[in-house]
């Protein structure tokens, strides 16, 4: 373990912790330490120096006026104040010997030249104390594992998700929209401006991480490109990067953000290309990407087999294949012989994309045999599986799987099934559902399976070609 | 009113019905009967040659061995039989004087030549009674206002949308996925094989109809090119389809599945654009587009204002608007001026990007009061806001909307506000959110005020890019 990586293993493995910014009345400071509270973190602090009473606690956590009437080694320190204390408070923190401090007051080098003047400094405090800095204007890590926490009620499970973000809301708004896929996090990263350790230090800690399987990140740009360049060469895990900044308005947006040059587009590109970094656009291709990187199933060609109950979806399935990369299969003759055998005479077809019709719905078997058959295929590499929603008949998917280990994307219109138990005299009635409660852990299982559930038949498809690239060197601008 | 168009509405006011097709043991039949029932369509009949008993009820609706034996005109027949029986049931309803006849059944031109031939004389047939036919292999027509169904449990309330769907499948999920989002229709369509009224008479019908504000279709391919361009030009109303058979591989999708030929996708491409045809690509992207086309507010210029309480997204939507041909809008000097009274002094961004920061989430009146200064700003033509889920603040914008009219796109993690009620341990303690069975209403209600929700930042900026293009005739290819 390098020196770098076993310091930022370090902090995570905090064990005392202490808060600046709570107050009586509340605010930002205290909803933070909420989270705290809600991972059950072992021990937490409040320093606050208005409150010089002893004995005094503001949500349960003990109140003091500075580190040192605390009387206890402090690994890590949260400051959420107004920026002008946090000078202050960073030298006090160096002096206690504090390890590392989570600046998530904002003001700084986004906002001014004088800010960046005050980074400066802040970071030589800091390095004069050989103590690390996160942000500022971030919102520091979540682990579950250790109880580090960055908004309260998120999950405390952990999970094979490593999140590295420059922006604090998006690492939160991705810890809620992952919880209702049952995707969990080994640990989850915002950083903001990064003036001391920034992206590259948490992606190679990721990388090196034996609790993460997989690296996602939303980027503005980073530092110094080579040594990006360097580690997504050396890394071995699915590295998946929403980089923004793609326009001239998206650049000068995030400069004002996080005070990110992003760089120049086509050139990143280029770099996703050449070392399989797969690239997304929104949080909705984020979280559709990251279910397919769970547990990807090697594959060696390109040769899609599209299942769908409605023909519609079978075209426009067809077109979006075709439309990313992927090639459509063509069924040996044993399987259409087989097939046959199942298949209703009418409404139906066999030939690739696979359409077996509205009488499936009534017709388990039929479903049944028919991902049997086509998962069985040799000329089948990948399976594109179009639902109106998911039915209990996921677990014949999971079985298959055991036998064939080919990447399975399904389309399904979910949120009618999370909202089934909602609207439930329309929609129960209709159609064999699970109840929304279930569906998380039902992703989960499908995903550790190496199935993923998807929006649209577009980013199916999409993930669907990211898994070949990923596995067969063929990534090119 | 033309002569096809009375003879269209005329078939969609039928007052009395009969289904072949429906059996004691239960299927297909049975299904879209209990469609009907659910809309309390006034007479209803089965008939089933092989029970000849008298008084039988099958659902709790009266059973006859054949037409003559009902003893009443009947407006409209659905056939939903073995194929091979159809040609007799169509000969039988011409000679009882039946207006038209919906055939549920497949297996004809869509399999074989053989079964194109049995199409043309079932034509044949329908054109010496002056009786006309619906499909064969579609699932007929959606119909609230009079009670005419193609699935149980579909919304009873009317809305403005006329849908047209070679796809009986899609037809059907659209219906629900719809009902989620608070979009009602005027009548939905789907023509399968389309052998004698198609797409471009069922366009021309929604073109006329008074109850329809805008049209969505599914598309393979249509007969008569000619007409459909006539068609487009002269309809006045939103015209959304999702055209598929994009691809090689699509297009023969297409064919075995209404034996559709798709034609040369650019072609359509030039027509879509040259028409001002809204064009899909997916469901997902069809019902975005739905709801910003519910009553689009009339637009002269492109300029947008983000409006973010995150920042990660704001960076996103800067991109997203750039990358749809969108420009981001410069705010007055006024418009800064005033926001500063509001604005948190970090972490915040007042040009646009306009960045409220996490503040948001605490203070009402900043998220009021931006809204209502960059509502206002004469640089400013549309909105996109960036929202983690719907809050009741949303009546803040129907406010605001009667004082500016301006096309508004939300973008919202809108799942996590319907699983809201299901996952209510972690997420109301966290969030400000609406319950989830009040949010189809809620979108209904922003949808009527030129305001839209979508599940991602991409496509909110394509929906407000066909906003400013339908109203400035800059539409190309």
């Known amino acids: 373990m390098s ?53 005094i606690k503001i949500m349960g956590v003990p109140v003091f006026p500075d580190l040192k ?62 103590m690390r800095l996160i942000g500022p204007n971030c919102m520091g890590f979540y682990c579950p594992e250790t109880g580090l926490s960055f908004f309260p009620a998120l999950p405390t499970e952990s999970g094979p998700l490593g999140f590295i973000s ?26 903001g401006n990064g003036i001391d350790l920034g992206f590259n230090d948490f992606l190679e800690y990721l990388g090196d991480d034996s609790n993460t399987n997989l690296i996602a990140c939303y980027l503005e740009g980073v530092k110094d490109g080579r040594r990006f360049i360097e580690l997504v060469k050396k890394i071995k895990k699915p590295i998946i990067i929403w980089k923004v900044g793609v326009t ?17 587009d086509k050139l990143w590109n280029n770099i996703f290309n050449q070392y399989k970094v797969i690239r997304v656009y929104n949080l909705e291709e984020m979280v559709s990407m990251i279910q397919a990187f769970i547990n990807p199933m090697p594959v060696r060609d390109r040769r899609v087999a599209i299942i769908s109950g409605p023909g519609g979806p079978a075209v426009s399935s067809a077109d979006a294949c075709e439309m990313n990369n992927l090639k459509l299969a063509e069924l040996t003759k044993e399987s259409k012989m087989r097939l046959k055998e199942y298949f209703p005479e009418f409404g139906s077809s066999m030939s690739n994309p696979i359409d077996i019709s509205l009488q499936a719905t009534f017709d388990p078997i039929l479903e ?103 596995y067969n060197q063929t990534y090119s601008p």
């Open 248 to 264: 001239p308005g998206g650049s000068k947006a995030a400069h004002s953000h996080t005070g990110s040059l992003c760089g120049n």
């Open 69 to 130: 009437s605390i009387g206890e080694p402090i690994d890590l320190v949260i400051c959420s104040t107004h920026p002008k204390y946090v000078k202050d408070i960073v030298i006090e923190c160096g002096q206690y010997g504090v390890k590392a401090v989570i600046i998530f007051s904002a003001g700084f080098g986004e906002k001014s030249e004088e800010g960046k003047k005050t980074e400066k400094k802040l970071l030589e405090i800091a390095q004069k104390y050989q």
């Open 368 to 470: 049944k045999k028919t991902y049997e058959i086509v998962g069985k295929d040799p000329n089948v590499d990948m399976i594109l599986i179009y639902l109106t929603m998911l039915t209990p008949r996921y677990k014949d998917l999971i079985d298959l799987q055991k036998d064939i280990s080919k990447p399975i994307a399904i389309v399904s219109a979910l949120d009618v099934n999370v909202s089934a138990d909602c609207f439930s005299k329309n929609i129960i009635r209709s159609f064999i559902h699970l109840r929304a409660k279930k569906v998380p852990g039902i992703i989960k299982k499908m995903n550790e399976h190496g199935i993923s559930i998807h929006p649209n038949e577009n980013l199916a498809a999409k993930v669907l070609n990211h898994i070949y690239r990923y």
């Open 3 to 55: 020196n770098l990586i076993s310091k930022i293993d370090d902090i995570f493995h905090s064990k005392t912790l202490a808060v600046y910014g709570v107050s009586r009345k509340g605010g930002l400071g205290n909803i933070l330490l909420q989270g705290f509270i809600d991972q059950e973190f072992p021990n937490l602090y409040i320093i606050n120096p208005t409150i010089s009473e002893p004995n």
């Open 166 to 191: 420059q922006s604090g809301s998006i690492a939160n708004i991705m810890a809620f929209s992952s919880m209702l896929k049952g995707i969990h996090f080994s640990k989850s990263i915002s950083y």
